[in-house]
């Protein structure tokens, strides 16, 4: 049988880090209500683009899994904070890397790693492609109005990336169930708007450009979102909770992971929390926890995932990956 394996992995948190005290400098917030309300200590401020962070964060995965630029068939690129419009910033990636392959961006919002790894293990199932290399990268810290304490607070810049690689087994393995959703009646709850064709052409600065969201419709529907679509990824694998050794899921909220791991009956020390050190990085928040997860041994040989995230769209997606 043929499976999509992750067969390397990396990530890039840049060095700048922004504690909950030093924003308490500049804006009427403090750390007692950041870390009650979301579970966030620091976040990682970049000065570089996306697109260095992504770059970092690919070459260390290449690394891991002992392949060159040379040996990938796509780069995919799961981004809301690309360095330019066109070209996609999986050229610029790709360019920096040395590869000769297909690249292109998701647009996705937090939702994007997964998708991705939806669209890569169906280009490795049907025998199209053999080598995908998946980057979760933003740089959120260039949206936000550092006014706002209300989304100020929550958001961090980094990177993770894996490779997935076309593997021959008789087991389940690699990335058994995955699924993708979209509910476009929440597309106004979470945006960064005042930009893009929409745009008033003359405007000299736009006046929304920057991350607007109603903070308790995303909460609500994230834990709903997520919950249905890993329900989903659940049923397709033939597997129930008791089957899973970790949850992996988008780091938005601890109360939100919290929530969610309990409507889900999860015992709560299996799910992988790692919001205190980096904030919400979109994206980029599964790989990286993926990353530390490993590090810190939380995942061993024949242990069974279940990822989920949702963000902007609003999007879902949930995935079973059999390690
Ligand atoms: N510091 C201190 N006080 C604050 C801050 C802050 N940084 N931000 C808001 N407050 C105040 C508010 O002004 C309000 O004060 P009031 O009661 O006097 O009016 C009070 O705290 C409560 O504000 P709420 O917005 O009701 O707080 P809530 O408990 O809903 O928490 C939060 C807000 C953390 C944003 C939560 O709703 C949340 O996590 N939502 C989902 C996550 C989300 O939307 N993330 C962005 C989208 S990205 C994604 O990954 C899905």
Redesign the pocket.
Known sequence: MLTAQITGWGKCLPPAVLSNDDLSQVM???DE??RT??GIGQRHISHVSTSTLATVAAKHALASAGLQASDLDMILIATASPDTLLPNIAATVQAELGASCAALDINAA?SGFLYGVGLATAQIKCGQMQRILIVGAERLSFYINWTM??SA??FGDGAGAVILEAVTSDQPAGVISYAMHNDPSGREH?KVDGFGSDMKRFDQEAENFHLQ?N??E??KR?IGGMGKLSKQVLEQAQLTTDDIDLVIP?Q??VR?IETLIAKMGVPAEKAFVNIEQYG?T?AATIPIALCDAIEQGRIKPHDTLLSCA??AGLTSAAAVIKW
Do not use: K, P, Q
Request: glycine share 8%; hydrophobic share 45%.
């Open positions: 009427d917030t403090n209500w950041i309300r979301t937090c304490r209300e607070v929550l979470l969201f903070g308790r995303v909460f994230a988008h938005a909220n939100i919400n979109s949702f963000g």
